[in-house]
């Protein structure tokens, strides 16, 4: 895996910069981005960069399941600003009132597609992507996630309570997105140090789901001086 290390700054930069260049050689790319602890920044700089999306496919990497997914808080939301700056050709989600049978009909929709050439995910403080929790298989494709205590505590001020905080997600799975052409990860702050250290230089490991990035070709993780702390 590519590391690219800097200020949060520089680090959006060049991401930004290795996004125009994937939609410049190819357009009509499928773009997958989890939005689930991506930097505010990465969404921020991309909708302010002259990058035109308009033939190019988004496919939201995850979403609460339930009622929650269609919210005011719901992950989709994040991406409003992004979509009204830059329009899409087409734009997915998982279907937050998917049942595990079905969960996997989003994987044969970016099948149909033509495959995913680009995943853009956060680094979680546990070495999760997207809801890949730790624990998280290899070869899972889209399914449901029950969300671990940490995390529904650290969105519990989105819905009120912790009672009221969805306790599951549909997300794509750790083989959706080995699957892809190219990946980028995306890890800023000290929360992420621990992290990042585990995933660089340690085995792939499903208590570390961003581990297995490993084993893809074609990885780029983008971290500030915080997060590569302990590197």
Not at 19 to 31: C, G, M, T
Not at 107 to 123: E, F, H, N, P
Request: glycine share 8%; proline share 4%; net charge negative.
């Amino acid at each position: 895996m590519k590391t690219i290390i800097g200020t949060k700054q520089d680090v959006v930069k060049e991401l930004t910069a290795l996004v125009a260049d994937v939609l410049a050689r190819k357009p009509e790319a499928n773009i997958a981005v989890s939005a689930v602890d991506l930097p505010a920044e990465v969404l921020d700089a991309l909708a302010a960069s002259d990058i035109a999306f308009d033939r190019a496919t988004l496919f939201q990497a995850c979403e609460y399941c339930g009622a929650a997914g269609k919210g005011a808080h719901a992950v989709g939301a994040a991406f409003s600003p992004l979509m009204a700056a830059k329009p899409f050709a087409a734009e997915h989600a998982p279907d937050p009132d998917a049942d595990a049978e079905h969960a996997a009909d989003y994987d044969a929709a970016i099948q149909a597609a033509g495959g995913l050439d680009l995943v853009i995910l956060g680094l979680g403080e546990r070495g999760h992507v997207a809801f890949n929790e730790p624990g998280a298989g290899f070869g899972e494709k889209t399914h449901i996630a029950k969300l671990a205590e940490v995390t529904r505590a650290a969105i519990a001020a989105d819905f009120g309570t912790l009672e009221q905080t969805p306790k599951q997600g549909i997300t794509i799975g750790i083989h959706t997105i080995l699957c892809a052409k190219k990946i980028l990860l995306v890890g800023f702050g000290a929360c992420c140090a621990k992290a990042a250290n585990a995933m660089l230089t340690g085995r792939p490991e499903t208590f570390i789901p961003a581990s297995f990035l490993q084993l893809h070709t074609d990885v780029e993780v983008y971290l500030d001086s915080d997060a590569a702390a302990q590197l």
